[in-house]
T-cell receptor
């Protein structure tokens, strides 16, 4: 499968700190890059997404930074809260293709300590 | 809509037994995906359907795995015979090709344990 590489595997952040999760992709045909958030016992749910025509997208405390030339994108969680503790997956897809297929990274387990 | 519905939520079975996982996608969605989640490999795409037709099953680990979608509101993933290494959480997801972005809606998953 086409790969999306995600790091770190796990992350511990103090309340109020900044959480940063990184992803890299290989296929230059990818044109849609979402992040999914998963709480224990639940399925992943869309958190925020970006397209490569912009370098940054912000929604509240969550920001995606995108570097097209480096084929990398990252999720920043500002003022991290204990309620943000979850597993985060980056993903990529080729929306312009004939499929809605999402390729996911391996996930990052975030723990925000109070 | 109630979202993507999966059953059962938990399944414990003995090695060698047949296991069938079920999924009801969101009404109106034309794509259905089966994913497997493990600590080591994250979310792996096993197979996906478009308008009930299997499009890509290259992620199915071996012939013991099979999936069907007899109609737009139901899909099954079958493992026969099951093995301990099949233990994982299996997710079904659906999406709509007419939406502006590729958002997949996931069910709550089936936690499979093969002993």
């Amino acid at each position: 499968q086409q790969q999306v590489k995600q790091s770190p595997q796990s992350l511990i952040v103090q309340k109020g700190g900044i959480s940063i999760i990184n992803c890299a992709y290989e296929n230059t045909a990818f044109d849609y890059f979402p992040w999914y958030q998963q709480f224990p016992g639940k399925g992943p749910a869309l958190l925020i997404a970006i397209r490569p025509d912009v370098s940054e997208k912000k929604e509240g405390r969550f920001t995606i930074s995108f570097n097209k030339s480096a084929k990398q994108f990252s999720l920043h969680i500002m003022d991290s809260q204990p309620g943000d503790s979850a597993t985060y997956f980056c993903a990529a897809s080729n929306d312009g293709g004939a499929t809605n297929k999402l390729i996911f990274g391996t996930g990052t387990l975030l723990a925000v300590q109070p | 809509d109630a979202g993507v519905i999966q059953s059962p939520r938990h399944e414990v079975t003995e090695m060698g037994q047949e296991v069938t996982l079920r999924c009801k996608p969101i009404s109106g969605h034309d794509y259905l995906f089966w994913y497997r989640q493990t600590m080591m490999r994250g979310l792996e795409l096993l197979i996906y359907f478009n308008n009930n037709v299997p499009i890509d099953d290259s992620g199915m680990p071996e012939d013991r795995f099979s999936a069907k979608m007899p109609n737009a509101s139901f899909s099954t993933l079958k493992i026969q015979p099951s093995e301990p290494r099949d233990s994982a959480v299996y997710f079904c997801a659906s999406s709509f090709s007419g939406a502006p972005n590729t958002e997949a809606f996931f069910g709550q998953g089936t936690r499979l344990t093969v002993v």
